[in-house]
């Protein structure tokens, strides 16, 4: 990334969830009671993850989010605030609970997970009007699909009406109901779009993609519907950027793995923090890959998210090597 003396402003829309983890000897069945053995408490979700690890790179990161009027709500809140993310567009839904993701681990490190969106089904394309002017003094508005379908498709709407760069992850959209709905054609006008090998072939209605030639062709699909650039993730095997420009595969960096829960939005910040100081979009995609990288050397998600300097450094070992 080049240096600049004012932040680059990046505005991050994406759910806020508290996830409760709980370690016990098994995981029970139905009717049973099992002795939990530890908890954790942390602040989750794509929203804060993504707009921590876009103000660890240096940015100005307003979020849009929901969370519920209760405790976990205020904690969130003031969690992020910490990590320097402005939250004065997080609402609040005084008569809802926050988004919940309750993991129970076993001692074999296996583990069921039951999720609550609580808040997040609440966030309303209203309220993304309301930050509009936020998201038109952005460089870069980030979206994460898992959201109301009006609302995402607002969000994207909105950027587009003020010329702010759309980063858009496309999981499935939820409806108002917290169910799930399918993919609006709005996903297509993003500027970059950044879907997981499963999400990419969902939305191409095709196949999952086994050959590196096969994920050509799905990228390739998604930009003749629209897209301007796509960044498929493909976990160990890199990304591939396919634009108009062609297709590039970015290996991926070699790290000691530990834990793979922070990658996803950790290249989602790392990368948007790139694209709102400008530069090639390969270089940009190979910066948010280092990132995604290192957040795999620590456990969490949050809390795995890396520094600029850290990126950098490995880059540079990378470039040495």
């Not at 759910?15 to 408490?41: F, H, N, W």
């Not at 108009?244 to 790290?255: H, L, N, P």
């Not at 996803?264 to 390969?282: Q, T």
């Amino acid at each position: 990334m080049h240096a600049s003396a004012a932040k680059p402003k990046v505005v991050v829309v994406g759910g806020t969830y508290v996830d409760m983890a709980l370690r016990c000897e098994e995981i029970p069945q139905a009717g049973q009671v099992a002795p939990g053995s530890g908890v954790k408490y942390v602040v989750s979700g794509p929203g804060p993850n993504q707009a921590a690890e876009a103000a660890l790179c240096g940015c100005e990161v307003k979020l849009i989010s929901k969370v519920g009027g209760d405790c976990f709500g205020e904690a969130a809140t003031q969690y992020l605030a910490a990590r320097d993310v402005d939250t004065s567009l997080v609402y609040v839904a005084e008569a809802k609970y926050t988004g919940l993701v309750v993991t129970l681990v076993n001692a074999a490190g296996e583990n069921a997970v039951c999720e609550y969106a609580g808040a997040n089904a609440a966030l309303m394309p209203q309220e993304i009007e309301e930050a509009e002017g936020a998201i038109g003094d952005a460089a870069v508005c980030l979206i994460h699909g898992g959201l109301p379908q009006e609302t995402i498709v607002k969000a994207i709407r909105c950027a587009e009406m003020h010329g702010t760069k759309v980063i858009l992850n496309p999981a499935r959209p939820m409806s108002t109901g917290g169910q799930a709905e399918g993919y609006p054609v709005e996903y297509f006008g993003a500027d970059i779009l950044i879907p997981n090998l499963y999400e990419a072939a969902e939305i191409a209605e095709q196949g999952p993609a086994v050959s590196i030639q096969h994920v050509k062709l799905l990228g390739t699909d998604l930009v003749a519907r629209g897209a301007a650039c796509v960044i498929i993730t493909m976990g160990r095997r890199g990304c591939m950027v396919v634009d108009r420009d062609g297709t590039d595969q970015i290996a991926a960096f070699s790290v000691e793995v530990v834990d793979q829960t922070g990658r996803g939005d950790a290249f989602a910040g790392a990368l948007a923090a790139f694209c709102a100081v400008g530069g090639d979009v390969r270089e940009a995609a190979k910066f948010a890959s280092a990132a995604g990288a290192l957040a795999c050397t620590k456990y969490g998600a949050m809390e795995s998210m890396p520094k600029k300097a850290e990126i950098i450094e490995l880059l540079q070992r990378e470039d040495m090597g």
